[in-house]
C-alpha cells in the first residue's frame, strides 16, 4: 500500500511541484487582483498626558494653531482598511518628552489591525506656549440694570462676597480690569436678593474668557434694596424781627417742591419739606436775606433726595424799610372850602408837592391823581394866603401840606368864585 502512494508521488514529481508553484502564483495574483492594498487618511485628537509636570512648576499652558488635532495616513489591504474608523486610533503627548517648552512629540497607536496597518512615521507635534499661573483678587462692582417702574428707584446694592480670586495664565489675569455681577431691577419693586454671576472686563470693556481661568466663587449675591419716590412741596418761614421801621414783605426759594426717596413707611408720612429756624432768622436784619440751603439737612431719617434733584436752593427773604416819596398833586384836587362870601379864591400853583411816608410796596401803588384834600378859606381877607390843606386817605403826611390862595373880591374878580366842596373824609396828620 505504501509503495503504491509513494509511486503516485513520485511518478511525474517534477510536473506536480510545477503545477503547485503555479496554483500559489495564481493564488497571490488572484488575492492581489480582489484585495489589493488602500491608503486613508485619519484625524483624531490628541490627548495630553502628565499635564502635572507643567502644573507643578508653577506653570500652564495653551495649544497652539489647532495643534491638539492631528491627521496621518494609514496603508493597509482593502478588506482591512475599510473595516478601521478614527475611534480605533489614539494619538498622545506625554507632557514630560517637551521639547524647548514649546513642543510636544505625538504617538499614534492603532487599536486594531496593528499588525496590518502601515501608518505613517512622519513626526508631528502639540504646539504650546507655557506660561507662568498668577493669581489676582478683585473687588466685585456692582450694578442695576434697566430702569425701574415708575415711582421707585435704586436703594443700596450690597454684594456678598466682595472679592474674587482669579487665577490662571499671567497674560490673561493681567487683561483683567475689573470684576462685576449686575443685577435686572426692570421688574423689582420691593426689596431682592438675587444669585448671579461674575463677569470679568479688560480695560477696554469686553468681556474676558474664562475658558482657561479658577475663580473661587463664580457667583455672588446681590442684594438691592427698593426706595419709593414721591413729589413734596418745599415751605419757607423766617423768624425774627426786623430792624425798626423795617419789615419781611415775603419768603421765596428756588426750590418750590422736590423729589425724594426712601423706605415707603418712611416717605408715606412726609407731606411737606418745612425750612425754618436760624438759618431764616431776620432779627436787627434792614435789607433782604438770601440763604444757600441745602435740603438734604431737613429730611427726615430714612429720606434722601432722589439721585437727579438738585439738593441746593436759594432763599429770599424779602425786607422793607419806611420810606418817603414826594407826589405833586394836580391843583384841581385841592378843594377850597368855607369861601368868604363876595369873594372868589385862586390857587397860584398847578400842582401841590405831598410828602408820605411809608413802606415801597405801598408808596409805589399810590397815584398822584388819587390824592385829594381840602383848605379851609374861612374867615380870610382879600389877599394873598399861605393855607394849610388837609389830605383825605389813610396816608401819613410828613410834614405840613400848604397852598398859596389869592382872595379877591367879585367885583374885582375875573371868574366867578369857585364851587364849595364837602370833604369826603377826615384829614390825617
Not at 485628537?45 to 491638539?68: A, R, W
Request: hydrophobic share 35%.
Amino acid at each position: 500500500m505504501l509503495q503504491k502512494i509513494a509511486k503516485i508521488i513520485t511518478n511525474n514529481f517534477g510536473l506536480k511541484c510545477l503545477a503547485v508553484v503555479v496554483a500559489v502564483v495564481f493564488w497571490l495574483v488572484i488575492v492581489n487582483v480582489e484585495d489589493p492594498e488602500r491608503t486613508r487618511v485619519f484625524t483624531v485628537p490628541v490627548t495630553i498626558e502628565n499635564e502635572s509636570y507643567l502644573t507643578d512648576m508653577g506653570k500652564t499652558y495653551e495649544v497652539l494653531n489647532h495643534s491638539d488635532t492631528i491627521t496621518f495616513t494609514v496603508t493597509a489591504k482593502r478588506s482591512v482598511i475599510e473595516r478601521v474608523t478614527n475611534s480605533d486610533f489614539t494619538a498622545t503627548a506625554n507632557m514630560r518628552d517637551i521639547v524647548n517648552m514649546s513642543e510636544i512629540p505625538v504617538t499614534i497607536t492603532a487599536q486594531k489591525y496593528a499588525n496590518q496597518l502601515t501608518i505613517t512615521k512622519k513626526s508631528q507635534y502639540v504646539e504650546i506656549n507655557v506660561e507662568n499661573i498668577v493669581s489676582r483678587t478683585f473687588d466685585i462692582q456692582t450694578s442695576a440694570d434697566g430702569a425701574m417702574t415708575d415711582g421707585y428707584s435704586v436703594g443700596d446694592l450690597t454684594v456678598s462676597p466682595e472679592q474674587v480670586k482669579v487665577t490662571g495664565p499671567e497674560s490673561v489675569v493681567n487683561s483683567i480690569s475689573t470684576a462685576e455681577a449686575h443685577i435686572d431691577i426692570s421688574s423689582v419693586k420691593t426689596d431682592a436678593v438675587e444669585n448671579t454671576d461674575i463677569v470679568l472686563y479688560d480695560e477696554k470693556g469686553k468681556a474676558v474668557s474664562q475658558d482657561r481661568l479658577t475663580m473661587d466663587h463664580k457667583t455672588v449675591q446681590i442684594s438691592v434694596g427698593v426706595l419709593q419716590k414721591k413729589t413734596v412741596p418745599v415751605k419757607y418761614e423766617s423768624n425774627g424781627t426786623p430792624a425798626e421801621g423795617c419789615r419781611v414783605t415775603g419768603i421765596s426759594g428756588s426750590i418750590e417742591k422736590i423729589i425724594v426717596q426712601g423706605a415707603p413707611e418712611a416717605v408715606e408720612g412726609l407731606d411737606t419739606i418745612l425750612i425754618s429756624g436760624d438759618v431764616l432768622n431776620v432779627s436787627g436784619q434792614k435789607d433782604d436775606l438770601v440763604k444757600i440751603i441745602n435740603l438734604s439737612d431737613y429730611l427726615p431719617e430714612g429720606v434722601s433726595l432722589a439721585a437727579d434733584q438738585n439738593a441746593e436752593t436759594e432763599v429770599t427773604v424779602s425786607i422793607e424799610g419806611v420810606k418817603t416819596s414826594t407826589y405833586k398833586v394836580p391843583a384841581g384836587n385841592i378843594t377850597l372850602q368855607n369861601v368868604p362870601e363876595g369873594f372868589s379864591a385862586t390857587l397860584k400853583t398847578d400842582t401841590v408837592p405831598v410828602e408820605i411816608e411809608g413802606y415801597a410796596s405801598e408808596l409805589k401803588d399810590i397815584s398822584e391823581a388819587d390824592l385829594v384834600g381840602t383848605a379851609d378859606l374861612s374867615g380870610l381877607k382879600s389877599g394873598t394866603h399861605e393855607i394849610t390843606v388837609k389830605m383825605s386817605g389813610n396816608y401819613k403826611i410828613v410834614g405840613t401840606v400848604k397852598v398859596t390862595v389869592e382872595l379877591k373880591e367879585d367885583d374885582a374878580a375875573d371868574n366867578k368864585p369857585p364851587e364849595t366842596n364837602q370833604p369826603d373824609e377826615d384829614v390825617s396828620e
